[in-house]
């Protein structure tokens, strides 16, 4: 691998962690605010919170990473715009099994509410997220403009 291509991958994992602090504020702030406005520990409750909580910030996701992270291998194409899509449902897949899975085995403990649920998003936000820089860099802006 030339030194080029890993300067540009920790370059680009640099930016999309730091674009990744601010989607994860979104995420987890949604969450909350939507957990304080409408309490519930249904699994159909939590599911939907989540997943609203996470598409909001993927949508900041998509609009931040393709303008920097990876603009020169964006073509801002349908093609490209279904893929994004498809990667972003299969981490909302990831991040709901996460949330809930962590959900269900932080409470075997006796462990507050609002810990339980701020614990397992932000396992969720960091496996979804991992899996989503793989899916982006390597699915959705691997375009052909591509340099090195």
């Avoid at 730091?18 to 702030?29: F, V």
């Avoid at 997943?51 to 931040?64: E, H, Q, R």
């Avoid at 409470?107 to 496996?127: C, E, Q, R, T, V």
């Amino acid at each position: 691998m030339s030194e080029y291509k890993k300067r540009k991958g920790i370059i680009q994992f640099t930016q999309f962690s730091l674009i990744g602090i601010l989607n994860g504020t979104i995420d987890l702030g949604a969450l909350n605010l939507l957990l304080l406005m409408w309490p519930t520990q249904t699994v159909m409750g939590l599911f939907l919170f989540n997943s609203i909580a996470y598409v909001l910030a993927v949508l900041n996701s998509y609009f931040w990473n393709s303008r920097l992270t990876f603009r020169l291998d964006v073509f801002f194409s349908v093609r490209e715009k279904i893929i994004f899509v498809a990667q972003a449902t299969v981490s909302l897949l990831i991040s709901n099994g996460v949330f809930l899975l962590f959900i269900y085995w932080f409470g075997l403990f006796p462990i507050p509410l609002w810990i339980i649920h701020n614990a397992s998003k932000g396992l969720s936000m960091a496996i979804s997220s991992t899996s989503s820089f793989f899916f982006m860099k390597y699915f959705v802006f691997s375009g052909s403009r591509s340099r090195g």
